[in-house]
């Protein structure tokens, strides 16, 4: 039996403008990915679960960001507060 919640638990924040890519966490928060763009070295996460992040200096280019981002939605079981 899964422990994860489900996606339809927790309805989706809005989505900002500069979001890349948005992970679900096993917690049914997300992870969102924002930034400028693949090449860009603005790219960070921040998981809405738990309020982690990549705060600077580890802005990076999203192909270094995505794994990361990824590995703690699969990790964190934070759930959405509000
Ligand atoms: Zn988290």
Redesign the pocket.
Known sequence: MSTAARASTFTEPERPNDLLIRFI?I?A?F?DVTGTGEYSKDNRWH?T????SSDCPDQDFLFRIRPDANN??AA?R?IPLR
């Open positions: 966490t917690g928060s992870v998981c679960g738990c309020g982690d703690h939605a964190c934070a």
